[in-house]
């Protein structure tokens, strides 16, 4: 298991686990908030729709297609 930082709350998960999978299983299903001001969250879950987008140490991935890694911080767009 390894440690990720997602708005400064730690996660434990198994390295190499998808991102979003990560984040769902911690009870987060909303990833980000549209122009609009809409939830938006795992959606395709394949990196196509792009809805599942946050920022990991300053770049902005599909957290679907994302594998996470020890030590990573995430900031979602729905705090």
Excluded: F, K, W
């Amino acid at each position: 298991m390894i440690e990720v930082i997602v708005d400064g709350r730690a996660l434990t998960a198994p390295r190499g686990q998808s991102l979003a999978a990560v984040l769902l299983t911690a009870g987060q299903e909303t990833l980000r908030d549209s122009p609009a001001g809409n939830p938006r969250g795992l959606y395709c879950g394949i990196g196509v729709c792009q809805e599942c987008r946050v920022v990991v140490d300053g770049v902005v991935v599909r957290s679907c297609i994302t594998p996470v890694t020890a030590g990573m911080r995430v900031t979602t767009g729905h705090t």
